[in-house]
Structure formats: C-alpha cells, structure tokens
C-alpha cells in the first residue's frame, strides 16, 4: 500500500526557510515516479507548487516560487524534500506531497502541477509565515 508522510511544517517569519520532508512506502524510489508538492490556503483550491521525476530528473516550479522554493530527493531515505527560502506570507498554506508510480518513464511535464494525475496523496503539513 502506498503511503506519503509529509512533516517540517511550522510558523516561520518572513524571510525565513523551512523544508518539508515527504517520506514514501509502498513503492520504491528508484524507480518510475513524479512526486509532486501542492498547497491549498483556507478558502483557496490547491495548487501544485513543484515536482520532480524519478525517470529523467526534471524538476518544474510554480512562477510563483522559482527561485525561492528547490525540490529534491534521496532514494536512500525514500524520501523528496522542498527546500523553501525567503517565505512570504502568501506561501501560508497546508502542504501536501502526492505520487504517480508508473511502470513507464514519466517526466514532470507541465500537466504535473495539476491534482488530476496524482493517485496518492499525504496528510498535509501546515506552513505559517507570520511575524
């Protein structure tokens, strides 16, 4: 059974960094995957933040938090982590990483920022940027 576990949520003031874990069972890392990160604010849809394929490397971002926001993972530790630099407080939201496993190569292609492709999906980890 697949399962996500996000954690390293918390309140942080602006300008501050924070990096939040995802830590997969159930399917292996080293294989075919897109892992996705998405946030939903209260009142607000959820929206994909980043991704990252396991198939050839890519990495896609948000306009919103290039240049502030890094994806990455450990096949070692099961785990894909969001490096998050210079947090404002719009980035407030609940956290939640998603997987597609495949048995074919995947890329992080555009359409990856969207829920619809995702099968499996964490609890959340709730992100505050507040002074």
């Known amino acids: 059974q697949v399962q996500l576990v996000e954690s390293g949520g918390g309140l942080v003031q602006p300008g501050g960094s924070l990096r939040l874990s995802c830590a997969g069972s159930?399917?292996?890392?080293?294989?075919?995957?897109?892992i996705g990160w998405f946030r939903q604010a209260p009142g607000k849809e959820r929206e994909g933040v980043s991704c990252i394929s396991s198939s050839d490397g890519s990495t896609r971002y948000t306009d919103s938090v290039k240049g502030r926001f890094t994806i990455s993972r450990d096949n070692a530790k099961n785990t894909v982590y969001l490096q998050m630099n210079s947090l404002k407080p719009e980035d407030t939201a609940v956290y939640y990483c998603?997987?597609?496993?495949?048995?074919?190569?995947?890329?992080?292609?555009?359409?990856?920022?969207?829920?619809?492709?995702?099968?499996?999906w964490g609890q959340g980890t709730q992100v505050t940027v507040s002074r």
């Open positions: 159930g399917f292996n890392l080293k294989y075919y995957y897109v």
């Open positions: 998603a997987v597609v496993p495949a048995s074919v190569p995947i890329s992080c292609a555009p359409g990856m920022l969207m829920t619809s492709p995702y099968d499996y």
